[in-house]
């Protein structure tokens, strides 16, 4: 009997250990993040290394805000990523409804596709793109970037939906046939709002996905008044020299949408992904 004890207690402890070092690992870049940012120039880079800064200072932050066209690269940012998150939430759920609902003898083979852009590495495509891009004069566009980002993430979309549309009672959409609604308008009036929580879901992916992009935006940006919060970011990586206090500020205010967004949605994100892991 004590035996047992001592192992159910054993077992408990090396559980919280376990949780405490994951909590760590965490949440520690994020609290380091804060410390720099609050940090000046020369404490960050003082040896021995202090984890809390002996005078906190909001200069980086104020630097960052004014360094060049700041607000409009929040607002290039959200026109992208509300631009291309609505846009694949719209699509996704429309070819989501096909492949749950419709049978066709290619239905295998589009999913089989849908599937395999979820394996390559996004760096696959970077070149053929661009040529492309640059051949139909798209580029330093903020359109371009949304197509490309559209392009990538609504096979992602897709397959999170399906398993939302195929929860929906196809006796809805039979009653809403009968009383003379169209496919079209069945899947609007009907399918779509009952849809609302997977869609709410891809909308929070591909939000963040866009919002946190950085390749494609460095790829096809070039002018100054159109580049993303996140190329702002990293061009304050100089060649020579990096100002750690400045990109921890910036980080830090590039991440406030995202904390904003999932703590707002919190529960409806958790309940869908939920939802469709059961799918």
Not at 12 to 19: C, E, G, P, R
Not at 254 to 260: K, Q, S, T
Request: hydrophobic share 55%.
């Amino acid at each position: 009997m004590a035996g047992k004890v001592l192992k159910k207690a054993v077992l408990t402890a090396a559980k919280y250990i376990l949780l405490a070092l994951f909590f760590i690992f965490t949440v520690f870049p994020f609290f380091w993040l804060l410390v720099s940012s609050l940090k000046g120039s020369k404490e960050l880079y003082e040896f021995p290394v202090h984890y809390l800064p002996r005078q906190a200072t909001l200069n980086n932050y104020r630097e960052v805000i004014q360094m060049g066209n700041f607000g409009l690269y929040i607002l290039n940012s959200l026109i992208i990523a509300l631009t291309a998150s609505c846009i694949v939430v719209l699509i996704a759920g429309m070819s989501s409804y096909i492949l749950s609902r419709m049978e066709f003898k290619s239905k295998p083979i589009v999913f089989m596709v849908f599937m395999m852009t979820q394996m390559l590495p996004a760096a696959v495509g970077f070149a053929p793109l661009y040529i492309l891009m640059s051949r139909l004069g798209m580029i330093d566009k903020l359109i371009t970037v949304i197509i490309i980002l559209v392009g990538g993430q609504i096979p992602f979309g897709t397959i999170l939906l399906i398993g939302f549309m195929k929860g929906i009672p196809k006796a809805l959409e039979e009653a809403a046939l009968i009383d003379g609604c169209g496919r079209i308008k069945t899947f609007f009036r009907i399918v779509m709002p009952l849809a609302k929580s997977g869609l709410f879901s891809v909308f929070i992916f591909v939000f963040l996905a866009c919002w946190n992009d950085v390749y494609t935006s460095v790829l096809y940006i070039n002018s100054s008044g159109r580049k993303t919060l996140t190329v702002a970011i990293y061009s304050m990586i100089g060649k020579y020299d990096i100002n750690w206090g400045n990109v921890a500020a910036g980080t830090l205010i590039a991440m406030l949408p995202a904390i904003l967004l999932f703590g707002f949605m919190k529960e409806i994100f958790v309940e869908n992904i939920a939802g469709a892991v059961k799918e």
